[in-house]
């Protein structure tokens, strides 16, 4: 099973990036998929989860409005769609597979993480 996210890289504020995570190994379709995002020096936080069919979607207070969640089950991807993106959005972005089909904000309710991608917003 590998998770293989992309999509990050330099960015002024207020630009957009879209981050894809590809599963590949097994099907993921009946499993909630999030991101999570580290900065240097601090704790893996929860950015973002989707339920397994989509139908249901969690933010964290910091991204909700400006990020969006989504997935294509027949493609195994799951997308982050980042707008007006601020400095403090700089991590290291990871997607992951959770245990069960809902929308998980906590790391533990996950089994799969993929490697990461960077993202680096400019002021």
């Known amino acids: 099973v590998q998770l293989q996210a992309s999509g990050g890289g330099l960015v002024q504020a207020g630009g957009s990036l879209r981050l894809s995570c590809a599963a590949s190994?097994?099907?993921?379709?009946?499993?909630?998929m999030g991101w999570f995002r580290q900065a240097p020096g601090k704790e893996r936080e929860f950015v973002a989860a989707?339920?397994?069919?989509?139908?249901?979607?969690d933010y964290s207070d910091s991204v909700r409005g400006r990020f969006t969640i989504s997935r294509d089950n027949a493609k195994n991807t799951v997308y982050l769609q980042m707008n007006n993106l601020k400095p403090e959005d700089t991590a290291l972005y990871y997607c992951?597979?959770?245990?069960?089909?809902?929308?998980?904000?906590?790391?533990?309710?996950?089994?799969?993480w993929g490697q990461g991608t960077l993202v680096t917003v400019s002021s």
């Open positions: 992951g597979v959770a245990r069960s089909g809902w929308a998980q904000k906590v790391p533990s309710e996950y089994n799969y």
């Open positions: 190994g097994r099907t993921f379709a009946y499993y909630g």
């Open positions: 989707t339920s397994w069919s989509g139908s249901n979607t």
